[in-house]
């Protein structure tokens, strides 16, 4: 096995890391808006049961949740034969960072000063006009920090996907030790750091542009 055919097959792994990135991404980081809202709710029941959901869901292995994704809708459901590998690696990893994205939002939100709140109201603005107009780029400001920890945590998290034989980039080079090299897995650190690095520069940039926001 030669350099460049690792080196595609891992190419090839990439594009089954970065859709896993892109799309939980896409659809967590909504969804952590809602719980974080659901976990700050006055009504005390639906706080309590969020609060709970994101409890579980924090306290137990990630990897736990894609197998039980997997396998368990299929065996506690008549004639439903479960869901297929991509989507259900998709539903864990969404459902896993949306909550550990809404206990970010939920400090940075509750970081604001009530006066600011307070001034607003003075001002003769909505709640909404407050918190999309005063508050929330100062939230995106102070959030950023652990959100970009986070997001880079995702980046290697994606390798779980393999447990269910969905070939990322860690699968595709662990293939590889079918025919004794142990080098391309490995090899897969060089794309880990280029992936990080790059999120590195952006979350840096943004960094830069909301200094206007600081506390």
């Known amino acids: 096995m030669g350099f460049w055919e690792v080196t595609l097959s891992i190419l090839g792994g990439l594009k089954w890391t970065a859709l896993i990135f892109a799309l939980t991404l896409l659809f967590a980081l909504p969804l952590g808006l809602i719980i974080a809202f659901g976990s700050m709710s006055k009504f005390k029941p639906l706080a309590y049961v969020t609060k709970v959901f994101v409890w579980i869901i924090r306290g137990v292995p990630l990897m736990l949740q894609i197998f039980v994704v997997f396998y368990v809708p299929g065996i506690l459901v008549e004639g439903f034969s479960?869901?297929?590998?991509?989507?259900?690696?998709?539903?864990?990893?969404?459902i896993n960072y949306a909550c550990y994205f809404s206990e970010i939002y939920r400090g940075g939100i509750e970081s604001i000063s009530k006066g600011q709140y307070e001034a607003g109201e003075v001002l003769g603005m909505t709640k909404s006009q407050i918190f999309f107009k005063v508050v929330l780029m100062q939230v995106v400001k102070r959030i950023i920090p652990p959100m970009s920890n986070e997001v880079i945590t995702l980046v290697k998290d994606t390798a779980l996907a393999r447990v269910i034989s969905i070939t990322e980039m860690l699968k595709a080079a662990e293939n590889f030790a079918a025919y004794g090299l142990v080098w391309p897995m490995f090899y897969t650190a060089v794309f880990y750091l280029i992936f990080v690095g790059l999120l590195t520069l952006l979350f840096g940039y943004f960094e830069k542009k909301l200094s206007y926001y600081k506390a």
């Open 82 to 94: 479960g869901f297929d590998r991509f989507p259900a690696v998709l539903i864990a990893f969404v």
